[in-house]
């Protein structure tokens, strides 16, 4: 995601990662990963998965997805965690984008802050 930069005054920066802290502060649970629907075929033989005609496969079953420290994992979610599951997915991917606000905003008001400074001694 590339972000605009628009030229602003310094105080007004600071409003602005002021509220990018307080959306973060109000995220609530967080959990990386992605989840996605399962569907799977069993072992027994003459069950209607292995329909020749209208195989029907088990699930849906839910898995999440998911890479933290460099390790990979899944794990399936029952279906009474599920939408908390996806809260906590959706939190976390609004973390990261908070973040990358919260950065481009701090480089943008440190770039602001030399300007203004330097065009104070100019004077």
Not at 27 to 47: A, D, F, K, M, R
Not at 75 to 85: G, S
Request: glycine residues 4%.
């Amino acid at each position: 995601m590339l972000s605009v930069m628009i030229s602003t005054s310094s105080d007004s920066l600071r409003e602005q990662i002021e509220q990018v802290q307080q959306q973060l502060a109000a995220l609530g649970p967080i959990h990386p990963g992605s989840l996605s629907e399962q569907y799977n075929v069993c072992g027994t033989p003459g069950c209607r998965c292995k329909d020749p005609d209208h195989p029907q496969k088990h699930g849906p079953y839910y898995q999440l997805s998911f890479t933290w420290r460099g390790k990979s994992s899944s794990r399936f979610v029952k279906q009474d965690r599920l939408e908390a599951t996806r809260r906590k997915v959706a939190n976390y991917k609004q973390l990261r984008e908070l973040v990358n606000r919260w950065v481009d905003l701090a480089v943008q008001l440190e770039r602001t802050e030399r300007e203004e400074a330097k065009a104070s001694h100019a004077d």
